[in-house]
């Protein structure tokens, strides 16, 4: 009888700077747990400051989904895009796929609440519509009903 498969643990962060290393972080963020996830940002904060946790984090607050959250990811992308560190400047094409990729997200977001919004407008619009439809169509059930024109000659009109 085979074992159930775990998820990953989340694995403290290092300043491993080799370039597969964020990119293995990444995909480690996609198979985690709310748990883990929230676990992994207690480590993060607890880390010091340097361009890899910096975009770990970036990674982590992107991976959250959140308008706040990617705002805050972008913020510190853009902390690694204009370092010249020689740590930062190794992260500098992740760091802009995730500001491309996240800022895309972002402007995705506000234009599904524009036409959120457009649309629960345009159902108001439609409602009050129908609501005057059933107000005429009242109206006109009271009206009393008009005899039917009748022909010189005596024959009803059709």
Known sequence: MPAPA???????????????????????????????????????????????????????????????????????????????????????PLARLLADSYGERLRLDAQLEKQGQQLRESQRKAAELQEKLDELAAIERTLPQRPRATRPNGGAAR
């Open 6 to 92: 775990t998820a990953p643990a989340p694995v403290a962060v290092s300043d491993d700077n080799g370039p597969l290393a964020p990119l293995a972080y990444y995909q480690m963020l996609q198979r985690m747990t709310a748990a883990q996830v929230n676990r992994e940002r207690t480590l993060l904060a607890a880390v010091p400051t340097s361009p890899n946790s910096q975009l770990r984090t970036a990674m982590l607050l992107g991976h959250a989904r959140t308008q706040a959250d990617l705002t805050k990811a972008l913020s510190l992308l853009d902390g690694i895009l204009k370092s010249t560190d020689s740590a930062a400047a190794s992260l500098h």
